[in-house]
Nanobody
Framework: QVQLVESGGGRVQAGGSLRLSCAAS????????MGWFRQAPGKEREFVAG????????YYADSVKGRFTISRDNAKNTVYLQMNSLKPEDTAVYYC??????????????WGQGTQVTVSS
């Protein structure tokens, strides 16, 4: 069983930056692709970014391309989401997820509890 714990959320003004972290309870090296999703109030959960187990391939939602960067440190069993140029529409609960393959769908095997990101205008 993989446990994922997100951290780094908070409140920031538009144009600001935040870095989210996701710590895994067990070794993730060469095992799991990792993704970040988000869910805003009244909306469905949506894909934000994903990274393969090796870290060589990344995917991004069009809405965050050029502003967000996903990365991983397998030695630390941690995945990161660097968020720059934040906009009010980025406000959501952000979830870390792990899966056996990289996907842009809500089909990941393991999920964290989420961390709130609020961007004020």
């Amino acid at each position: 069983q993989v446990q994922l714990v997100e951290s780094g959320g908070g409140r920031v003004q538009a144009g600001g930056s935040l870095r989210l972290s996701c710590a895994a309870s067990i070794r993730t090296t060469s095992t799991y692709a990792m993704g970040w999703f988000r869910q805003a109030p009244g909306k469905e959960r949506e894909f934000v970014a994903g990274i393969t187990s090796s870290g060589r391939t990344t995917y991004y939602a069009d809405s965050v391309k050029g502003r967000f960067t996903i990365s991983r440190d397998n030695a630390k069993n941690t995945v990161y989401l660097q968020m720059n140029s934040l906009k009010p529409e980025d406000t959501a609960v952000y979830y870390c997820a792990g899966n056996y393959y990289l996907s842009m769908r809500n089909e990941y095997e393991y999920w964290g509890q989420g961390t709130q990101v609020t961007v004020s205008s």
